[in-house]
């Protein structure tokens, strides 16, 4: 049943690939851009904070302790740099993270509303509660790596991607985002913003790397919103054209892409169980493809990370979805392969298991001759000409990311920013990974991620803005 | 030839015993609890539920459910608390005996074990650091600690270094051997700041603090 569940999402994504035109190379939040953070104006002082958020963990889960927030929040001051938690099960596992700052007010919110601004943390060891006992664990709070783009602080942020127009035009790139009601432009240096609105009623998801015939020298920014796609010009200008030729009921967009070849623009789009493809020559009518329903099988987004790869002078394609990995080769392409059976053949489903236990694989990247696999239990890297995969040993995953789920992937040539749920891991040219509790930062639900490669600025947007941080420290 | 004879033998005797498969059950579950066989897909569990040898049972944070093992009356029991996962790895009846092997890689569990008039139980429940073995009682485990409430348990660490622990004892390992009942740390000790078990108004038996200090 789910060999044939997996057939038939190959068949229908890949029907959906072709009826696009062609694979389509996306974002995959690594560039080269150049960014320079300003140094992080924490004190470092544990006395300057009035607040203390402590969030418990065991193993990965999130433990609740407060009352409404997951975590327990005290002010310093009445706490005496002292918090006792409880009671919790007694076991092993558990792992605190203190973060210490302050609150400021929302500009977003605006009244009363505050946003808390985290300015030390201290991760403990893992320990065991033991029954009947009060456990201590004595912490000595750092400064916080993490700094926030204070143009869009406060605001909820749907993604980011980046624009680079020039390789040889130093700081010629611009980061997009939206929030709910506004395409937002950043300037290179993170300094500024100009602002679209979206249409009435109409609300941005997320952000996609998208093109448009009209523009042929760069890429530009889609946002994706309850009501279809909006290719963002940049400014105060959407392109609200590009929908006219859009199928009746567009539903919301959790995702897209797309790219220009040949003047021509191939694009896709990920709904709630379902896929789509677009193509426009600016001659005739677009051409949606918007049927490739998958809702039988699954709910969200089929597709949960994809990659292209033009290194060897062919076109491969590598999907991460919910049902199965799998590469499909360019001659499904070249050679107009478009029968079932051919299809099936062409592709080539593939598995990891670490110490015997399936993985299921959520992200992808490439580098050079690795690919590196984001699982539900950690990443490991493998030969991307050998994808028939034995089991892979715990010692082989990148230790950091051992049992922790990936979210969000960047690995660059120099730095590598892998995303989990409650850790940033990083590391800078091969050098061992660090461990960054995403609390310590203003994000703690994290939208989008941008690793710049040649400086190692780690970018994520999420619901308070973006937080920012240096992984060579600043 | 005279080995040869005797090993098969024994190898025939071994073969003709009986083998039944022990019925497991969900009897009681509460809050997000699932379970899934070998590697396959979580489903969400539900009372009634016959569970496969090599399913894993899933509790969430606050949920609970209730197994029981063998025959409807008579069945052992196991209760499995919140943040807890536990695989049934032996479910089997052999001449008379029933042999229950359960691990339990985190999280907490009470059994309680018991069997129809005539037959024996092997009930073993594994952590990584322990193995509580017992025959006909009643115990609670989070895989490193034990608490006796019937019968007599033997409690060993995965080297194999074990004690017997008797009704209402406690033994703890943290890998080496189990510790002696009569130590401060299975005493429930008020460490004297303040928060010690005797100032713990709520939350469930086996449940601790943590102070956080800065």
Redesign the interface.
């Known amino acids: 049943m789910m060999k044939n569940t997996i057939k038939l999402l190959g068949i229908a994504l890949i029907t959906g690939l072709l009826l696009a035109g062609c694979y389509v190379p996306v974002n995959d939040g690594v560039g080269s851009v150049g960014i320079k953070l300003p140094d992080a104006s924490s004190t470092g002082e544990?006395s300057d904070q009035e607040i203390?958020r402590?969030y418990?963990l065991?193993?990965i889960?999130l433990?609740?302790i407060g009352e409404t927030t997951p975590y327990k929040v005290v002010e310093i001051e009445q706490a005496d740099?002292?918090?006792?938690?409880?009671?919790?099960?007694?076991?092993?596992?558990?792992q605190?993270i203190?973060v210490?700052g302050n609150d400021a007010a929302d500009p977003v919110a605006g009244g009363d509303a505050t946003i808390f601004v985290p300015e030390l943390y201290?991760v403990s060891d893992q320990f065991?509660?033991?029954?009947?006992?009060?456990?201590?664990?004595?912490?000595?709070?750092v400064t916080s790596p993490f700094g926030l783009v204070p143009v869009v602080f406060g605001e909820n942020l749907k993604g980011i991607v980046n624009v680079q127009r020039g390789p040889t035009i130093p700081d010629d790139f611009l980061f997009y985002t939206a929030s709910a009601g506004e395409a937002i432009e950043l300037a290179h240096d993170l300094s500024a913003t100009v602002r679209a609105a979206l249409p009435d009623g109409e609300e941005a998801i997320g952000m996609g790397m998208g093109a448009l015939v009209t523009e042929p020298t760069y890429g530009v920014p889609w946002v994706n919103t309850t009501k279809g796609i909006l290719p963002y010009l940049g400014g105060t200008s959407l392109e609200l054209g590009f929908r006219t030729d859009y199928p009746s009921d567009f539903p919301p967009v959790l995702d897209s892409g797309a790219f220009l070849s040949g003047g021509d623009l191939f694009g896709w789009f990920q709904v709630d169980g379902g896929l789509g493809g677009v193509y426009d020559n600016e001659v005739g009518a677009k051409q949606w493809v918007a049927d490739i329903d998958l809702s039988t099988f699954i709910s969200g987004q089929p597709i949960s990370d994809l990659v292209v790869d033009s290194s060897t002078g062919g076109i491969d394609g590598y999907f991460a979805s919910k049902l199965g990995a799998f590469k499909a080769p360019e001659r499904i392409l070249t050679e107009n392969i478009n029968t079932v059976q051919g299809i099936l053949e062409a592709s080539s489903f593939f598995e990891v298991a670490i110490d015997d236990?399936?993985a299921t694989i959520t992200e992808l990247a490439l580098v050079d001759t690795e690919l590196y696999l984001g699982t539900n239990r950690g990443v490991v890297s493998v030969l991307k000409a050998d994808l028939d995969l034995d089991s892979i040993p715990t010692s082989d995953v990148v230790t950091e990311s051992i049992g922790r789920t990936v979210q969000d992937m960047a690995i660059g040539a120099n730095y590598h920013a892998i995303l989990t749920d409650h850790f940033l891991i990083v590391s800078s040219d091969g050098g061992p990974y660090s461990l960054l509790p995403i609390y310590a930062g203003i994000v703690t639900a994290p939208t989008g991620l941008f690793l710049d490669d040649s400086t190692g600025v780690v970018l994520i947007a999420g619901e308070t803005g973006i937080a920012s941080v240096d992984i060579d420290g600043p | 030839m005279k080995k040869t004879t005797i090993m098969l033998l024994l190898l025939l005797a071994v073969v003709a015993s009986p083998l039944f498969a022990q019925d497991a059950m969900i009897r009681e579950v509460s809050g997000k609890v699932e379970y899934r066989v070998g590697?396959g897909g979580w489903q969400t569990a539900t009372v009634g539920r016959q569970l496969a040898l090599n399913a894993t049972i899933s509790t969430g944070?606050g949920a609970s459910a209730i197994i029981r093992i063998g025959e409807a009356a008579n069945g052992s029991v196991l209760e499995i608390?919140?943040?807890t996962r536990l695989t049934l790895e032996e479910l089997i009846e052999r001449e008379g005996t029933l042999s229950t092997n359960v691990f339990v890689p985190?999280?907490?569990v009470r059994a309680t074990v018991s069997t129809a008039e005539g037959r024996s139980a092997d009930f073993r429940v594994r952590g990584p650091l322990s193995t509580a073995a017992v025959r006909g009682t009643g115990f609670e485990t989070?895989?490193?600690?034990l608490s006796v409430t019937e019968g007599v348990v033997e409690f060993a660490n995965a080297l194999g270094e074990g004690r017997n622990i008797n009704p209402g004892q406690i033994s703890?390992t943290?890998g080496g051997a189990p510790s002696n009942p009569a130590d401060e740390?299975n005493q429930?000790?008020d460490?004297g700041?303040g928060?010690?078990?005797d100032d713990?108004d709520?939350?469930?038996?086996?449940?601790?603090?943590?102070?956080?200090?800065?």
């Open positions: 544990a203390a402590i418990l065991n193993e889960a433990v609740t740099n002292e918090v006792s938690i409880g009671p919790v099960p007694s076991g092993p596992g558990y605190i203190l210490l201290a065991a509660v033991i029954a009947g006992q009060a456990t201590l664990k004595e912490l000595v709070p236990e399936e | 590697s944070f608390s919140q943040l985190v999280g907490r989070n895989g490193w600690q703890v943290t740390l429930l000790a460490i700041d928060r010690g078990p713990f709520d939350g469930p038996r086996s449940s601790g603090y943590i102070t956080v200090k800065w």
